[in-house]
């Protein structure tokens, strides 16, 4: 939730003092449930009309809304979107308090209350339900993430400008509590983002109660990592049906129970004799800046220098504007290697605000090259708004490029990573500004696209007898092995069906060379029996019903992307059938409540707000220093965007002074100076080491970086002065040291002995970053392995490297 922008009133830049926010989260394996309260008061003479706008993942399911003022209760409603407008309108008009949440068009993840004719000097008490499918990192970490930032999204045509407002400057009570139910004994619980107070049940290791330690940094996200005893064991949850008093289900989706299959399948894929083109987009924009570029230009040098011999590449660099490495992808070879990881060296956060749309649209202009199947790796901090248009594109390219994207800091666009990964037939990774693993995923993501995929993926149901099923998402999509696969299965039992039981679901697909592969999970299947609940209570919650609707409309609305007439106006009235069954609001409903009970309707002139910017009250008035800056002469956002130039663009969002430097990705020692390089080498005789005119290596930065930096495209290192001096090796060393087997005055004989001594330097210093460099040392022993002479192998040899380096 975006706390720190606040509800605000509608048109001007005056905020409604927020009092205090409470948020209640249930960890359920793999799924979260979440209750934020949040108590605000009006202390103007006049009623107000108000807004707040706040982020979500994408794939959260927007599913209860109550506010309380003066001791009532006001329940929402699900209602198709025009109707929910000209409802809160009607209300608004007619002097009743109301409130309205809707999905705003410009993105999936955003989402808008707007709260009419709040009383003078009465306090609101606005409260929000959501449910939310947690993921699942490589080691088994289950993550929760709760937003709290909304960045500013860049708009081509500076018409669709998200509003934003001022932090919050008057002071409030913040509380954090989450309650962790696990499907395996917990073993660890941790942030990067808070200081945690955990408390795991002293009988039930599976449970735990997580609270924050310390006050909450706003300008940042809740990041919460909960890892089992067994994270990856497939898993299938099942809820009973739930009959929610005064909800209208003609579809019968609550009543139903509802199962949700987590599968992590493993298989062998054979290997494939095609090599890929690999296209690397990487965000330049100004919001970028700082230790974002940073990261970002070391996970650049780490992917160039793990791509694989014989594939071609190219570097696309992005902002407002492009820039392109090469006109069209070229060989991976050492002259083009040398003139991307240069283009690494200057690259800067310098291309102004985000546009994505036109990048992607040169790139896919290009032809693919013939036998190489195109890889595209987008890399962002996520911010612009035409989502749906970049989604789109990549979806009608994907029959032949496969994307996969990297959302980068807090209040990225869930909607735009996860739904190009999705159109792409990719996968979609997150990293946060606190957390340092950016390298590590996308080197992990580059062994996924390396990996032929498991194709034609289906589930098999074996039921009891009268039971039938609805599989949610219908279709799914390829798999990479060990990626984590979720399907929803809405159970229906007729009159006769057999209660108790068991249900097997089989998960098949096909590797390449026609390998069959198949995944089993067995449960008990569910009574038909249902629970009762209201509207809005936290006991009968359904989060298993809300994820499913969630994954339903998603489906049906990408299944709309390309209909249209009477085809689409059947999509999108299934999409409100379903949204008023499971109360899940969509691109086409929005929830909304009428404050009915109150005969006495809010009189005065009602003053209605707009959301500014969300920038500190000295730059508001330094925008509007020249100007009247009243509440009735505001001006327009495009209004300042022509008077003050950039002001809409992320120049303004900088990261706050003291943020991490570059070294804080790889802190280790800086490496040697030119002048510590030749004076360790001076006592080396002519010949023996080659001089390495790498700008990169030249620059200030690790000692693991310029390593990694020496290293060849081929995967070979070649002797030289630096790698010696990181070496901290002698000339004396090297000779003595050097197996007779080589000639260490041939050309071939000094890279055979240089790249064992890097391996074993890489092996010995940065064990613990072995994830980040496997690629590159496993290129480096196929060089190894290929050019060896007969009479010696590569572990006698590394063995040997090992002796001279002492590490």
Known sequence: MAWRFGLVQKQNKCQIPLESIDIQVDIQGFTAHVVASMKYRNNEESPIEAIYIFPLDEGAAVCGFQAIINGRTIVAEVQDKKEAQDTYDDAVSSGQSAFLLEERNESSDIFQISVGNLPPKREALVELRFVTELSVESEGRVVFVLPTVLNPRYSPSLTTQIPRVFTVDSPYSFTFEMKVKALSAITEISSTSNTLKVEVDGINKAQATVSLAEPHNLKQDIVVHILAQEPFKPQAIVENGIKVEGREDKQGFMANPVVMLNFFPEFKSPKSSKVGEFVFLMDRSSSMEGSRMDGAKTTLLLFLKSLPDRCYFNVVGFGRRFE????????????????????????????????????????????????????????????????????????????????????????????????????????????????????????????????????????????????????????????????????????????????????????????????????????????????????????????????AAKSLIQDKQDELSEKSGVELEEGQSAIVSVSKSANVVSKYTSIVAVDKENHEPVSGPLRKRMVPLAYSKLLWESLFEDSDSSTESMESMETVETKKGSFLSED???????????????????????????????????????????????????????????????????????????????????????????????????????????????RGQFLDREDEWEMIARKGQKWMKKNLPAALNCESLLQSASIVIDV
């Not at 089993?520 to 609940?533: D, L, N, R, S, V």
């Open 324 to 547: 392109n490495l090469f006109e069209k992808s070229k060989p991976y070879n050492d002259k083009n290697l040398k003139k991307a990881t240069d283009l690494t060296q200057r690259m800067r956060a310098d291309l102004g605000s985000t546009e994505i749309l036109e990048p992607l649209q040169w790139l896919f202009s290009q032809p693919a090259v013939k036998g190489h199947p195109r890889q595209v790796f987008l890399l962002s901090d996520g911010m612009v708004d035409n989502t749906k248009k970049v989604i789109q594109l990549v979806r009608n390219q994907s029959g032949t490029t496969r994307c996969f994207t990297f959302g980068i800091g807090s209040g990225v666009s869930h909607a735009l990573i996860k739904g190009v990964a999705r159109a792409g037939k990719g996968t979609a990774e997150f990293v946060s500004d606190h957390d340092h693993h950016l390298q590590r995923k996308v080197i992990r993501t580059l062994k996924r696209s390396l990996q032929p995929v498991m194709s034609d993926v289906s589930l098999t149901w074996d039921l009891p007898e009268g039971w039938t099923l609805q599989q949610i998402p219908s279709s799914l999509p390829p798999l990479f092995s060990g990626e984590r696969l979720v399907v929803y299965g809405l159970m229906k039992p007729s009159k006769t069906a057999i209660q108790g039981g068991q249900t097997v679901v089989r998960l098949q697909g096909t590797l390449p060379k026609g390998t069959k592969v198949e995944h089993a999970i067995k449960f008990p299947t569910p009574t038909a029996a249902t629970t009762t609940g209201t509207v809005f209570d936290p006991n009968s919650s359904a989060i298993l019903h809300g994820l």
């Open 652 to 762: 303004l969002y900088k990261e706050d002074p003291g943020e991490l430097c570059f070294a804080d990705f790889n802190p280790l020692p800086m490496m040697a100076t030119r002048e510590t390089v030749e004076r360790k080498c001076a006592t080396l005789p002519a010949g023996l080491c080659e001089d390495s005119s790498s700008t990169l290596t030249k620059s200030s930065g690790s000692l693991f970086l310029s390593l990694i930096s020496l290293q060849q495209a081929s995967g070979a290192w070649d002797l030289t002065d630096e790698l010696l001096a990181l070496c901290k090796v002698s000339k004396y060393a090297v000779i003595t040291g050097c197996p007779k087997e080589i000639a260490v005055h041939t050309s071939k004989g000094k890279r055979l002995w240089a790249t064992a001594l890097a391996l074993v330097l890489l």
